[in-house]
């Protein structure tokens, strides 16, 4: 493997066998430097097998297995601490990129000096099929608009090494990565955005997404969290409730 990495990629992965081949192959053909973390946790169907046939066939794709069940926060932030690049990237295990989508990120980072870049990105049904649906990205997003709404897709996200491993991810009981999204750029200052939907997002049935008034009260606890005043978070939560139902509409 090539002594310098510009990107490790972290793939938390459960029960991921029906879809993480398409996701490992859509993070190979990323035409930079790079290694592939994929944290099972504990998955009892195929997952591991498939993963480890990819490992016996390219050496940038590394398998950890948790011991026992830890959640998807903890199992990215093994990734984290295990990472070797310059920059992380985050891929679900139920999701694919867009061939180019790493290149354009690390470019965009350099360019601007900023700690984290997000693409825009295409919702898919769990079949993988097209919903009809895409969501850009903001060139620009500051922490204020931010809070009231996160633009920023999980899968979506490069950004700089040393600022993940500033926060780490934690309470997988609230939206773990919008929690990092905030404490990033309340420190380092606005993130960057690419608006082509270079991520192709799948809806899978029982996410913290897909329940609205679980995510809801998810997110009004993630204000709270961040040192934000009760009347300020009633304010932010409306914010995100509006701008919830217009994106999904």
């Not at 493997?1 to 879809?19: F, R, T």
């Not at 950004?159 to 905030?182: C, N, P, Q």
């Amino acid at each position: 493997m090539d002594d310098k990495i510009s990107v490790s990629v972290i793939m938390p992965a459960y029960n991921a066998g029906a879809y993480i081949a398409q996701a490992i192959e859509s993070v190979l053909c990323q035409k930079v430097s790079l290694e592939l973390l994929v944290i099972d946790d504990c998955s009892a169907d195929s997952t591991a097998e498939i993963v480890t046939r990819y490992t016996q066939q390219d050496e940038r794709v590394i398998l950890i297995r948790n011991t026992r069940n830890q959640g998807v926060a903890e199992s990215r932030n093994i990734g984290i601490r295990r990472a070797r690049g310059t920059y992380l990237a985050f891929l679900d295990a139920d999701d694919w990129w867009q061939p180019g989508k790493l290149e354009l990120q690390c470019r965009k980072l350099q360019e601007t000096g900023l700690a984290l870049c997000c693409t825009g990105r295409e919702l898919m049904n769990a079949d993988g099929s097209p919903k009809g649906k895409i969501i850009s990205a903001p060139q620009v997003i500051t922490y204020k608009m931010l809070l009231r709404t996160n633009s920023i897709a999980c899968s979506s996200v490069v950004m700089r090494t040393e600022a993940a491993r500033e926060f780490y991810m934690s309470h997988d009981e609230l939206h773990e990565d919008y929690i990092l999204w905030l404490n990033v750029l309340k420190k380092y200052g606005n993130a960057c955005g690419i608006a082509e939907p270079m991520l192709k997002s799948r809806m899978s049935e029982g996410g913290k997404s897909r329940n609205k008034l679980k995510s809801a009260r998810m997110h009004f606890g993630v204000y709270r969290l961040m040192g934000i005043g009760r009347i300020a978070s009633c304010y932010y939560f409306l914010m995100y409730m509006f701008h919830g139902i217009r994106k999904y509409m």
